[in-house]
């Protein structure tokens, strides 16, 4: 049986756009959870229109496995999703998923790092995606 | 003989250059208008005035909408627009009303749940001093589009004259029919209706509406702007008019040149706007002042786009809405067939093709040949009298 962690339940007010890519990030961040891994760093949700993307921040933990996942709704076709340094040299990225980038990375050192979403396919915009990080297993403390 | 059928031939020649060169266009009206009013010029200082005003007017409209986008209240038993009103404050059971009246337009468009949503901001009339302050813009119609801020809401600003407002108060004429209500806020939305219905336009598409104030996505209904058969072109009257003509000649050329069934002017008519990389504001108001009609580059531009929409079906002008490519071979793709082709068929459904060109009333025509035939025969007469034999 899953567990519900992490993000809050996606509201009444919200759209059924948002409530999809709210419930798939849930999933994946369960799916992760499932097999030993922690609570998520950071979800973040939103909208982007084709072209356009958006960034966020965040600290990572030297030796610890992060798994990054993007889900955006069902008019997205490709979102791509980078991992950066804050001088944005880029460290990885997705190029297999469409609509599901995941990204596994283990940093060298603990600093501060870039996630940047960018919606490269969107056949009616806004579309709506979620992120989210969250330490994988056999995480280091 | 010889040289006089010279000397004829450029008489006659010369007539004609003279005739294409000053006949006035057809339908152009000789005289200045014969019941014209002056009003005198205002002073420098009157305009400046009238300039401040107006800026004044647009910047508090603008913020109005800005301010009234972060407060909208979006109830989730309804589909139709969020419905704002301004100035009176009407019954619940009025408002029940025009909201069952917006969901009903909103559905018969086609739309349910959508990506972006409208709000109708309804500024019903004030009576003048009934607030403090200077009175606010009450008669252009505005369009707030979503922008990086807040991507999923338009904002449509329908301000309500006299007659408007006692229909909304519960008050309408004896001769008010039941649909006129829905119309009237199917015209309102303009552009929103758009984004509900297709999303945001990819920059390309946004871009060229943006340079031509969306003159040709203002109306996404089946019907006229104001009525089954009601269009910006029916507003320039009647042929026989010299008034239909000062309309016509004060339009841009291209969008004559369409008027007349030419294939360039269409295409150009179309396409107005598409090869410059306009500069998108943000917020973007469309602001839509009076006799907007006038001032468009297709006729009847407002439901141009509403028109390819249904023409080409649903997934080909989504297609073409959101494609990055240039509209002219984003809009050719969807159409499957040449812009000013289809532009051309378009047109015909509203108007005969008008015929351009010089046109000389009769009676000038005959004065003139009498005059013609005057001159040369004049010409013919000193040159036979100072032939040497």
Not at chain 1, 21 to 26: A, F, M, P, T
Not at chain 2, 243 to 269: E, F, H, K, N, Q
Request: proline share 7%; aromatic share 8%; with cysteine.
């Amino acid at each position: 049986m899953l567990i519900t962690i992490g993000l809050p339940a996606a509201g009444s007010a919200q759209n059924r756009w948002a409530r999809q890519v709210h419930d798939e990030l849930q999933r994946a961040l369960n799916v992760v959870h499932a097999h030993g891994g922690d609570r998520p760093l950071l979800d973040k949700e939103g909208t982007l229109n084709q072209e356009e993307s958006a960034s966020f921040t965040i600290t990572l933990r030297e030796g610890v496995s992060y798994s990054i996942f993007g889900v955006c709704d069902e008019d997205c076709s490709r979102l791509r999703l980078v991992l950066a340094t804050l001088a944005n040299s880029e460290l990885a990225l997705d190029r297999t998923s469409e609509g599901f980038p995941v990204l596994q990375f283990t940093p060298r050192v603990t600093a501060e790092y870039r996630i940047r979403v960018a919606m490269e396919e969107c056949r009616l915009n806004p579309c709506w995606y979620a992120a989210g990080v969250i330490p994988s297993s056999g995480a280091k403390p | 003989m010889a040289p006089l059928r010279v000397w004829i031939a450029v008489a006659v020649g010369g007539c004609a250059l003279i005739a294409l060169a000053y006949l006035p266009p057809r339908g152009a009206a000789p005289r200045g208008p014969r019941f014209a009013t002056y009003s005198p010029e205002p002073t420098a200082a009157r305009r400046r005035a009238q300039a401040v005003a107006k800026e004044w007017r647009e910047t508090d409209a603008s913020l109005r909408l800005l301010e009234d986008r972060q407060h909208v209240k979006w109830d989730s038993s309804r589909v139709g627009p969020a419905i704002i009103f301004r100035g009176p404050t009407l019954p619940p059971t009025a408002v029940r009303t025009v909201e069952a009246v917006a969901d009903s337009m909103w559905r018969a468009l086609g739309l349910g749940e959508t990506k972006v949503r409208a709000a109708l901001v309804i500024a019903l009339e004030r009576a003048p001093g009934s607030a403090p302050g200077p009175i606010p813009d009450q008669n252009g119609v505005a369009f707030l589009t979503p922008d990086s801020t807040d991507r999923t809401t338009c904002m449509a600003f329908l301000p309500a004259n006299h007659f408007w407002t006692a229909v909304l108060l519960g008050h309408p004429p004896r001769h008010f029919e039941p649909d006129w209500l829905a119309r009237w806020f199917q015209s309102g939305l303009g552009p929103c209706a758009y984004y509900a219905a297709y999303g945001t336009p990819s920059r390309s598409v946004r871009s060229w509406l943006a340079a031509r104030n969306w003159d040709v996505a203002l109306y996404l209904g089946t019907h006229g702007i104001a009525g089954e058969r009601f269009l910006s072109v029916n507003l320039l009257g009647d042929p026989r008019y010299s008034w239909y003509w000062d309309g016509i000649y004060s339009l841009s050329p291209s969008t004559v040149a369409c008027l007349a069934g030419r294939l360039d002017g269409c295409r150009s008519a179309v396409l107005y706007g598409a090869d410059d990389d306009a500069r998108i504001a943000v917020p973007e108001i469309v602001r839509l002042e009076q006799g907007w009609w006038r001032k468009q580059h297709l006729l009847p531009g407002e439901r141009f786009l509403g028109d390819v929409a249904r023409d080409v079906g649903r997934d080909r002008f989504q297609s073409f809405w959101t494609s990055s490519l240039p509209v002219d071979t984003a809009l050719a793709a969807a159409l499957r067939q040449p812009v000013g082709e289809w532009t051309k068929q378009w047109e015909r459904r509203f108007i005969q093709p008008i015929r351009l060109g010089a046109a000389a009333p009769l009676g000038a025509t005959l004065l003139a040949l009498l005059l013609a035939a005057v001159a040369v025969s004049a010409v013919a007469l000193a040159a036979s009298r100072r032939q040497v034999r």
